[in-house]
């Protein structure tokens, strides 16, 4: 499958708004709104008109007030809100922001949401306001190193816009690299948290190898599956990044405040929620989305029927990923989820090789992979029938060898010299026997490579 274009960075890194040049918009404005003197309609129209449908808010320089707007609505709308999403769309963050705290305000509803939903919205804009300022959480991600980045600044990853409405405000990140560049080359390997040690290990493996053929292995930071592949990545001195349900200051789970620690200072730790944050069930499972969007494909490691890492494969389907599972014995609960994901359209991979072919660029395949070849493969069919026709044990006369081997008599003793030569049979008072010779077990991967 062809990678989508935005996998295919431009010379400039952007093209001068952070984001794809869109058919029929007037060049050099890009991003940033309507021409000088064209008028808004101030009142409130259906959602789906194309009233500034798809107009991207968050310039890459000097647009303070929409991305303090935007990192305010972090602690208004929840991830993955589609209706916050919609009106964010037409309005813009700074406008939708300030309708959800003034209310009073003419055309200040949400024709079509429903009502306790802009209320909820409207009465976390008003407790935010009290509680903390977007200038607040800001200062306080700088202060551990990090970034809030948006829609339109250049390190912005741009296939987060497949997700559509459902697309996050922003991202807060602490690390040193680059989002756009790292997502750009990136893989996600996700499984259980209860694993097994077959599947830590096929974790640890996996990512390890991909790390060291130059992928970034996204996950996120939990128990289990998570961690291994975390792990790995970081033992071969590689990039991975960690995806998280809360706020990037918040090391959850408690277990691996030490590994997310770690990720902040070799990789990168990311999430929507603005600082102090704390994960819920519903946030892991929309987490997720992120996780599918920002990767080229997903890997399953063990899961078992209800899973949240089967959320993130089909939401990978969903926006055309390639989604992988990697197989476990077929009594184990904890692989049945990867099985039924199989019989789909998943592509089963054992090793990083295996998910390079799939997600790389053309020409990367995986070996070939075949049992070892034995000496007695290199004989010619003749060679062979003769050497069928000699008893397991015991010896036998050249006449009694050619007889049950269906041969003329001359030709039988030629290849029985042949094979003496070789090693394989022997001479003794007369009659052939097989050579009584062991030889070594094959140490081949899987049958061989």
């Known amino acids: 499958m062809t990678p989508p274009d935005e996998y295919r960075p431009d010379p400039t890194g952007h093209d001068g708004a952070g ?12 991003g940033i709104g309507p021409p000088p003197g064209a008028e808004r309609d101030p009142g409130p129209t259906p959602l789906g008109e194309p009233d500034e449908a798809e107009r991207p808010h968050g310039p890459p320089g000097g647009a303070d007030g929409e991305r303090a707007a935007r990192a305010a609505l972090t602690r208004v709308v929840e991830p993955g809100d589609e209706q916050a999403g919609q009106w964010l769309r037409r309005y813009g963050p700074a406008e939708f922001l300030a309708r959800l705290r003034h209310p009073g305000d003419a055309g200040a509803s949400f024709p079509g949401t429903g009502e306790k939903r802009v209320q909820g919205w409207r009465h976390r804009a008003a407790q935010a306001a009290v509680d903390t300022s977007p200038e607040r959480d800001l200062d306080a991600v700088a202060a551990l190193g990090g ?10 990853p741009r296939q987060l816009d497949d997700l559509g409405d459902a697309r996050p405000l922003g991202l807060w990140l602490r690390g040193p690299a680059d989002l756009r560049t790292w997502a750009l080359r990136s893989v996600a390997v ?3 948290r209860a694993c097994t040690p077959y599947g ?28 291994a592949a975390h792990r790995g990545a970081l033992a071969a001195q590689g990039a991975t990044v960690a995806v998280l349900a809360c706020g990037v200051d918040t090391p959850y789970p408690r277990g691996h405040a030490g590994l997310l620690l770690r990720i902040a200072e070799q990789g990168l730790v990311l999430g929507e929620l603005p600082p102090g944050s704390h994960p819920t069930p519903a ?3 929309l987490r997720n989305r992120v996780i599918a969007a920002l990767t080229r494909g997903t890997v399953v490691v063990e899961a078992e029927y209800r899973s ?21 014995p077929v009594t184990s609960g904890l692989s049945a989820g990867v099985h039924e994901l199989l019989r789909g359209p998943a592509t089963l991979v054992t090793d990083a090789a295996e998910v390079i072919e799939l997600v790389g660029a053309i020409g990367e395949l995986a070996p070939d992979r075949r049992g070892p070849i034995l000496p007695r493969d290199l004989l010619d069919p003749d060679c062979v029938r003769v050497l069928d026709a000699l008893p397991a044990y015991g010896a036998t006369s050249a006449q009694e060898i050619a007889r049950r081997g269906g041969t003329p008599p001359d030709e039988t003793v030629a290849r029985l010299y042949e094979l003496h ?6 001479r003794v008072n007369g009659s052939w026997r097989l050579t009584n010779t062991r030889r070594s077990a094959s140490n081949a991967r899987r049958g061989g490579s």
């Not at 890492?309 to 990978?316: G, I, M, N, Q």
């Open 147 to 156: 970034r809030f980045v948006v829609p339109g600044d250049a390190e912005w």
């Open 200 to 227: 830590a290990h096929t974790a640890t493996a996996l990512a390890g190898g991909l790390a060291e053929q130059g992928w970034v292995v996204v996950s996120g930071a939990a128990f289990g599956i998570d961690g």
């Open 283 to 285: 946030r892991f499972i």
């Open 421 to 426: 030569s070789l090693g394989f049979v022997e």
């Open 308 to 328: 949240g890492s089967l959320v993130t494969a089909r939401a990978a389907q969903r926006l055309g990923r390639h989604t992988m599972g990697v197989p476990g």
């Open 19 to 30: 984001r794809l040049t869109g058919a029929g918009r007037e060049p050099g404005r890009e």
């Open 190 to 192: 996700v499984g259980a």
